[in-house]
């Protein structure tokens, strides 16, 4: 009805309705949080690159000897000291062993020692970080003091003594390296839990009647969990390092296992005649190194709660 009470025409006005072709182009899909940082990952090139070079280099790792038909421990000393050739893709060492079967099975070495180590660290860092920084009082004293014992313990003397006194196996190689290298884990995660435990789902958990462990597992964990995956990242290609160090100076792996450290160790001996011996193994740790730290960087930026759009 109009202001001076006369009524209005049905067809006057003209029904507003929602365009739903139109509306099904402005929604948003809705993201899971890792699905965006998959998205957010994707979006870095580099990082994408870096996943990219890992998968090749651990396709070659395990296919690579099947495909080139050699042993990596046959000895021929009628094809000693060979250039890389068709025959020989990384050519032969001194003893006419195949160097591209022994980089292919020295790199799963050296991955499994990365792996292991990392694994040792991230569990022993984590529980400790979270029980510490959850608990509180004398708990989180007695955690701290034993991070800063270790902590100042001289790494390398460490670990040639337990590797004298072990024997210089994978297992000792692995416990030596990651004797020491869950303190700074321990921090980091102990800093994230303490800014944690203050929020309400976990007050609430606490409410419920919810233990210490079940609190770690189900709520703190998952809130961690990005700060652990750049922590693996980056963790994996410094004990790849360590163990080719170690190598270098005789702690390593035993013959006649192989790893990367000790191949390149053996090639920087025979570095003015047969330099191809001691290239291709460091190539192979240069390339892993480059990769895992890509993929940290991309991790760290998807995982970055300021960079959500």
């Known amino acids: 009805m109009n202001v001076d009470g006369t009524a209005l ?53 395990f296919l690579g000897p099947a495909l080139s038909g050699k ?12 250039k890389p050739s068709a025959e020989h893709w990384f050519g032969t060492d001194d003893l006419g062993r195949d160097m591209f079967t022994r980089v292919c099975y020295g790199g799963r070495v050296s991955i499994l020692i990365g792996l292991l180590c990392t694994v040792v660290m991230i569990v022993i860092g984590f529980a400790l970080g979270a029980l510490a920084g959850l608990k509180g009082g004398w708990v989180d004293n007695l955690i ?38 869950w303190v700074g884990t321990t921090r980091m995660v102990r800093g994230q839990i303490l800014q944690l435990k203050e929020q309400d789902y976990v007050e609430a958990a606490r409410a419920l009647g919810s233990d210490t462990w079940r609190i770690i597992m189900r709520h703190l964990l998952p809130n961690t969990l990005g700060i652990i995956m750049v922590q693996i990242t980056m963790s994996v290609p410094g004990f790849i390092f360590g163990e080719a160090f170690l190598s270098y100076v005789g702690l390593g792996i035993r013959p006649p296992e192989t790893s990367w450290g000790a191949l390149a160790s053996y090639g920087q001996e025979k570095l003015m005649f047969q330099p191809h011996m001691l290239f291709f193994p460091s190539l192979m740790i240069v390339l892993t190194t480059l990769s895992f730290h890509l993929i940290g960087d991309g991790l760290s930026d998807a995982l970055d709660p300021k960079l959500r759009r």
């Open 9 to 61: 025409a049905g067809d006057v006005f003209e029904r507003v309705g929602v365009d739903e072709v139109s509306s099904e182009h402005l929604e948003k899909p809705a993201l899971t949080y890792w699905a965006d940082v998959w998205r957010r990952f994707r979006q870095n090139k580099l990082a994408v690159f870096g996943l990219g070079l890992l998968v090749i280099i651990i396709v070659m790792l």
């Open 71 to 82: 042993d990596y421990q046959y000895i021929d000393s009628s094809i000693r000291n060979q």
């Open 144 to 181: 701290m003091r034993l991070v800063e014992f270790v902590g100042n313990l001289p790494y390398l003397i460490i670990v040639v003594i337990l590797t004298l006194v072990m024997g210089r196996s994978l297992f000792a190689l692995v416990f030596a390296m990651s004797l020491t290298s």
